[in-house]
């Protein structure tokens, strides 16, 4: 495989002139069975940051320089990450800073990581034996680990412990379908969404531990406004991903009155059978709500064939009807048994509750699941 090793620099010169051959003498040549590429993407640095990197690269052919404007961290990322798969090859790019603070020889543990079948690596300060640096004052570790924290409870990736690293290797295959060019943040926040789109694709993530030093020159990319900037980009993300749950309720809302009117008519009106009423209503229901579902709530994933939107739709009624049973029907032969006939909506109103999110999960992770990528 082709890795890429993405250094971004402003002003780096000291740095680079040290990490360099660090890598090409040191890391590299423990690595027997990749190609590792070297791609600096330098924001036109003042100090000669390009120009030792040029000099670099008479004697190792295998670095890249590129350059481009200033524009924050994360836009000389993606800049150097859509380079290393359009004009390099790569099939995973290691994300890696020239201060130091990331230990060159942690690569080869993220590549075994790889090799071992993770899709997307992390180097993990707050797994057993990473570390950060002792050298921090309580308020940075308390941003740093509250941060972290606050990402995993609010986009749900509890499984993974440092969300704020910057030291990651991913592959490729997954990094390609991350839209790159939309992304909520040029600086630093943008590691935290494209985090969140690859474990989204299905990427195998492994964190593996490591110890994050104090740098040692140079100004720390790190500062209040990046730490601001990071909390609204989970916001965000949380939001963009919410709105799926809120078109599915308000179709399911639609369902929910169709069910309501005529479970309502003949539990109050007629002497039938509580559930046969909840039954006749809910078919109606599940009708209806199939295709707003299919062409509004799940349109990124909707049916393109008449086949495929037969088959989904037997799902649908398969899957519904095993939640109207055992959620719906369920609590309205429960409640009707023991309390009698005259709380009927109140069984109703619960039994919907608990059907609600059955069926979120299961259209969701089943019938209009997304494929996997490889």
Do not use: C
Request: aromatic share 14%; proline share 2%; hydrophobic share 45%.
């Amino acid at each position: 495989m082709t890795i890429v090793v993405i250094l971004p620099t402003y002003n780096e010169k000291a740095n680079i002139e040290k990490m360099i051959p660090v890598l090409e003498e040191e890391v590299f040549p423990k690595i027997k069975n990749h190609s590792m590429l070297l791609l600096v993407a330098d924001d036109h640095s003042p100090d000669g940051t390009a120009q030792a990197v040029k000099a670099f690269g008479k004697k190792w052919k295998n670095i890249h320089l590129l350059m481009g404007n200033k524009e924050g961290l994360g836009s000389a990322y993606v800049r150097a990450m859509k380079y290393a798969m359009e004009k390099l090859s790569a099939d995973a790019v290691i994300e890696f800073d020239s201060d130091f603070q990331h230990d060159p020889h942690d690569i080869p543990r993220l590549i075994e990581a790889m090799d071992n079948g993770a899709d997307y690596v992390i180097g993990s300060r707050y797994v057993k034996g990473g570390k950060i640096p002792k050298e921090w004052g309580i308020d940075r570790k308390v941003q740093s680990i509250f941060g972290s924290i606050f990402a995993r409870i609010v986009l749900f990736t509890f499984g993974i412990h440092d969300m704020t690293s910057g030291f990651k290797l991913t592959k490729t295959s997954f990094l390609k379908k991350v839209d790159l060019d939309n992304l909520y943040s040029k600086n630093y926040s943008y590691k935290i969404q494209i985090l969140y789109e690859v474990v989204k694709l299905g990427a195998k993530v492994k964190e593996v531990p490591i110890i994050f030093y104090e740098r040692a020159k140079g100004k720390s990319k790190m500062n209040t406004n990046n730490i601001v900037e990071s909390f609204l980009v989970v916001l965000k993300i949380r939001m963009h991903e919410s709105r799926k749950f809120i078109k599915f309720l308000m179709v399911g809302g639609t369902g929910f009155m169709l069910n309501f009117i005529v479970y309502f008519i003949l539990g109050h009106f007629t002497t039938v059978n509580l559930v046969v009423a909840n039954t006749i209503g809910a078919e109606l229901a599940i009708f209806s709500n199939f295709n707003l579902n299919n062409l509004w709530t799940f349109n990124d994933n909707t049916t393109k064939t008449f086949s495929s939107y037969m088959s989904k739709m037997l799902q649908y009624f398969a899957t519904s009807n095993i939640g109207i049973w055992i959620f719906q029907n369920g609590m309205i032969q429960l409640g009707s048994s023991l309390y009698g006939r005259k709380y009927y909506l109140v069984y109703f109103i619960f039994g919907t509750a608990l059907l609600l999110v059955w069926n979120f999960t299961i259209y969701n992770k089943i019938i209009w699941k997304k494929p996997r990528s490889s």
